[in-house]
């Protein structure tokens, strides 16, 4: 787009950018298609693109609700592309990836329930999402106390049943990234296996009557060696998704998950060099029950998790940040 046009089609925004600035942010309804970029001159256009990419980094720009992660983003007609002061955390140290009328993203940080136990503390993730709204909100789904990354709920029971379908149905599409101890045979497989709910542990079983088929495919994305010990970077996706399925499968397949002593994982503490759990949630993508749009949704991997796989930074940014 050239600057003449970029000049052009603020002359036809300005307006409502003005109108809803009293309100604490910018936002504009694009009404041709054009990069994040583009439209982010449209609204601001003495502004560098340094100062675009901190704001990216800082989560400050969303479109459609969805908060945006690189600025050659090509956007839609009639997309809503709203710019805010900060990135938006609510007092109960919530990370809100996208709120509406039917549901709310959060990205959960690791060590934290994501739904409270029969008789545990009111600190749950559930919990916190309830205070903050101050209203009935629905589980979806689950993600395991240290496991971090993008979870759901919902805020109707209409958009409730709509999306429990589509985990039922595995229309619902999850990704993991996930550190294990060893290396995978094959650069790429699938991990098919029934397995047991047995009250604190989930077991793999041979009796295809009593378990409950589990299925994850996995990428290798990096390699690395602390000490003398080889870890390996995977990309899981889930077909199913069972309770602490991913834990339990690459258990199975003799690669245990990074600091996971419940599921095999080496008790020396100093062959975790992430000093947690190796399991985050990366994405999630959905058909939003209004909308009837599909959604995707990512969660940066954590800090620790490049540590150790330096050398290949670039390459997992890339695998990590886009939609399967």
């Known amino acids: 787009m050239s600057e003449d046009t970029i000049i052009g089609e603020r002359a036809k925004f300005v307006k409502d950018a003005r109108l809803i600035k009293k309100s604490g942010y910018m936002k504009l309804f694009l009404k041709a298609p054009m990069l994040l970029s583009e439209a982010l001159t449209v609204l601001f256009p003495e502004t560098s693109k340094r100062s675009f990419s901190h704001w990216i980094k800082g989560e400050r720009v969303l479109v459609d609700g969805a908060v945006m992660k690189r600025l050659n983003t090509p956007l839609e007609k009639g997309a809503e592309l709203k710019v ?66 993008v979870i759901l709920f919902a805020l109707s029971d209409k958009a409730y049943q709509d999306l429990k379908k589509q985990f039922f149905d595995r229309s619902a599409s999850r990704t993991y990234a996930a550190i294990v101890e060893g290396i995978p045979s094959e650069n790429s497989g699938q991990w098919t296996s029934y397995v047991l709910d047995d009250a604190l542990v989930v077991k793999t079983t041979n009796n295809h009557h009593m378990g409950k088929i589990a299925i994850s495919n996995f990428e290798v994305i990096a390699k690395s060696q602390v000490r003398t ?18 834990r339990v499968q690459a258990k199975e397949a003799g690669l245990p998950i990074v600091g996971d002593k419940k599921y095999g994982s080496e008790e020396d503490s100093r062959l975790n060099p992430i000093n947690r759990l190796g399991l985050h949630a990366s994405s999630l ?24 796989f330096k050398k290949d930074l670039k390459w997992i940014e890339k695998v990590f940040s886009k939609a399967d």
């Open 84 to 149: 805010r002061s900060k990135a938006q955390k609510s007092s109960y140290g919530l990370n809100i990836l996208f709120q509406d009328k039917d549901l709310i993203v959060v990205d959960k940080p690791a060590g934290i329930l994501s739904v409270k136990s029969d008789n545990g503390p009111k600190n749950s993730l559930h919990d916190r999402v309830k205070k903050a709204l101050n209203q009935k909100v629905y589980v979806v789904h689950r993600l395991d106390r240290e496991t971090s990354g």
């Open 229 to 246: 010990e080889p870890l390996s970077l995977l990309k899981v996706k889930l077909k199913t998704g069972r309770k602490n399925q991913i």
């Open 285 to 308: 993508i959905f058909t939003h029950p209004g909308l009837k749009k599909s959604m995707c949704f990512f969660s940066p991997l954590p800090k620790a998790f490049l540590g150790p």
